[in-house]
């Protein structure tokens, strides 16, 4: 007979306090609750039911890294998945919806028909129906359409706007 460290859990004189290393070759099987402290696995970790995690937080997540502790997922509050890097959180995604402060991507896909991208070095580029329609901050854009209120401006040419003047430069 020895004592154990974990007051409460080890009270019938059935139970078992083993005290030192376990090493069983085959397999186990638990019917209640399952505690382990600084536990390890080599190889593979199967669970056929569901796993439950703490809430953690940004600087210390619920699912980290080994060398990375405080880079991974926990849970900013109801129905909400965060994402931390360097104990700063830098995402969140509930239900359909992603935010970050800056988002860094080479495509955005809306529709299906309208993305929004990368056009090349300082480019922002709209594409609608997979061509060029809009590029800001190069001269490809083939194609610019405007409409608002019925109105429909279709600039096909080179457009230099001064002042109050609008010039067809082409």
């Not at 210390?60 to 880079?71: A, G, I, Q, R, V």
């Not at 992603?98 to 070095?121: C, N, P, Q, Y």
């Amino acid at each position: 007979t020895n004592t154990t460290t974990h007051a409460g859990s080890i009270t019938a004189a059935n139970d078992l306090l083993i005290s030192g290393d376990l090493e069983i070759d085959g397999s186990t099987a638990f019917d209640g609750f399952v505690r382990l402290t600084n536990a390890s696995v080599s190889g593979n970790f199967e669970v056929g039911g569901v796993i439950k995690a703490s809430d953690g937080s940004a600087a210390l997540p619920s699912y980290t890294f080994e060398n990375d502790t405080d880079t991974g997922l926990y849970r900013v509050g109801a129905n909400v998945l965060g994402i931390t890097s360097n104990g700063v959180h830098a995402a969140s995604i509930s239900g359909t919806t992603i935010e970050a402060a800056i988002l860094k991507a080479a495509l955005f896909t809306g529709d299906g028909t309208v993305d929004v991208l990368s056009g090349g070095a300082n480019t922002l580029r709209l594409d609608a129906g997979g061509t060029a329609a809009v590029n800001i901050g190069d001269q490809n854009a083939s194609v610019i359409n405007i409409s608002h209120s019925g109105v429909l401006t279709d600039v096909k040419d080179n457009l230099r706007v001064s002042g109050n003047n609008i010039q067809d430069s082409g």
